[in-house]
């Protein structure tokens, strides 16, 4: 059985029309299908838990349409059901998760890789776990998690006007640098304690700091070029006392993935990673944002499944 959970919301409505061509096509007649709407936020991780909890041993995968915020909900809803492939008919802004884990085409094309089990690939979620949390209330994040600067950019665009006449025009990627734009001039630079695998350090003038599971970022940026999707290592990208006018000429090379070249740029690698501030960080993980003081972050070491992939 396929579930179908469906974001109609997502790119300001392009996925209920991708989801409407898609239930007319015969392929979708002919296997066992099941779809559900999703209500309000939130709703698609207490939909993907309970449909898991139900029919655990029926579900063949979990087909989000949707952008990258569904995609989290789901994963975060299956947390205790890793067996359960997912996949994602892209229909956001940002479509990150499709981008970073391969899952490309039309929408049928994507379905009919699914049914026929053409491909697949594995990938290893990052928990998290905010604000001295117990770790069995940990969370999943599937693309990126991030604190600081970027963090305050996403939750600008978010709450953007312009992010839905942009994805009406299909150029949402573009949400990002307008908020980009809008951040740069207030952002207050941070002072953290991180700490690597047991190793502590205190950084000043901090621009941000982004875990990544893959390299993809707001829309396709190569925030980390080298992040490969693999158990156990977290890459961490660390920006450092860089000049705010330098921030957008960081960010432009950002999409060639020439920002590392920056020497205020570093990029490390922890099995285990932890932040605290003094005072309240923006963060945000797979696009969806908050505030904390103090994050735990691990990568996890057993493998999930995401279907469709080229
Ligand atoms: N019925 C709904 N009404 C309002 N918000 C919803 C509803 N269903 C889901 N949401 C919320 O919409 C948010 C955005 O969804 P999603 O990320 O899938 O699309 P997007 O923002 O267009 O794409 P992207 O994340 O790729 O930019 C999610 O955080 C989700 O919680």
């Given at each position: 059985?396929?579930?179908?959970?469906?974001?109609?919301?997502?790119?300001?409505?392009?996925?209920?029309?991708?989801?409407?061509?898609?239930?007319?096509?015969?392929?979708?007649?002919?296997?066992?299908?099941?779809?559900?709407?999703?209500?309000?936020?939130?709703?698609?991780?207490?939909?993907?838990?309970?449909?898991?909890?139900?029919?655990?041993?029926?579900?063949?995968?979990?087909?989000?349409?949707g952008g990258d915020g569904t995609v989290h909900e789901v994963v975060n809803g299956l947390k205790n059901f890793r067996q359960i492939p997912i996949t994602c008919i892209p229909a956001g802004s940002g479509n990150d998760f499709a981008r970073g884990y391969g899952v490309h085409g039309e929408p049928i094309e994507i379905f009919r890789k699914v049914v026929n089990q053409r491909s697949e690939k594995k990938y290893w979620s990052g928990f998290y776990w905010t604000d001295g949390k117990q770790e069995r209330l940990k969370r999943l994040?599937?693309?990126?998690?991030?604190?600081?600067?970027?963090?305050?950019?996403?939750?600008?665009?978010?709450?953007?006007?312009?992010?839905?006449?942009?994805?009406?025009?299909?150029?949402?990627?573009?949400?990002?640098?307008?908020?980009?734009?809008?951040?740069?001039?207030?952002?207050?630079?941070?002072?953290?304690?991180?700490?690597?695998?047991?190793?502590?350090?205190?950084?000043?003038?901090?621009?941000?700091?982004?875990?990544?599971?893959?390299?993809?970022?707001?829309?396709?940026?190569?925030?980390?070029?080298?992040?490969?999707?693999?158990?156990?290592?977290?890459?961490?990208?660390?920006?450092?006392?860089?000049?705010?006018?330098?921030?957008?000429?960081?960010?432009?090379?950002?999409y060639f993935g020439k920002h590392v070249r920056f020497k205020e740029v570093k990029v490390l690698y922890a099995t285990s990673f932890s932040i605290e501030s003094g005072e309240s960080m923006h963060v945000q993980a797979d696009g969806q944002t908050g505030k904390c003081k103090s994050c735990r972050v691990k990568k996890d070491a057993e493998a999930r499944v995401v279907y469709g992939t080229k």
């Open positions: 059985m396929y579930i179908f959970i469906i974001n109609k919301r997502a790119g300001r409505g392009r996925a209920a029309d991708i989801f409407d061509a898609l239930k007319k096509h015969p392929l979708y007649k002919q296997e066992k299908c099941r779809n559900y709407i999703t209500e309000y936020p939130g709703h698609a991780e207490k939909l993907a838990e309970q449909i898991a909890s139900l029919y655990s041993e029926q579900i063949s995968c979990f087909i989000v349409v994040f599937v693309n990126s998690i991030s604190f600081g600067f970027d963090a305050e950019v996403t939750e600008r665009a978010n709450c953007s006007s312009y992010k839905r006449w942009l994805n009406k025009w299909r150029i949402g990627s573009l949400t990002y640098v307008i908020a980009l734009l809008q951040v740069v001039f207030r952002f207050k630079p941070m002072t953290v304690e991180i700490e690597l695998d047991g190793d502590k350090k205190r950084l000043e003038n901090v621009l941000m700091v982004t875990i990544m599971n893959h390299p993809f970022y707001g829309g396709g940026m190569k925030i980390i070029p080298g992040a490969q999707i693999r158990p156990n290592l977290l890459p961490i990208l660390v920006i450092q006392d860089l000049a705010r006018w330098k921030i957008p000429l960081l960010f432009i090379t950002v």
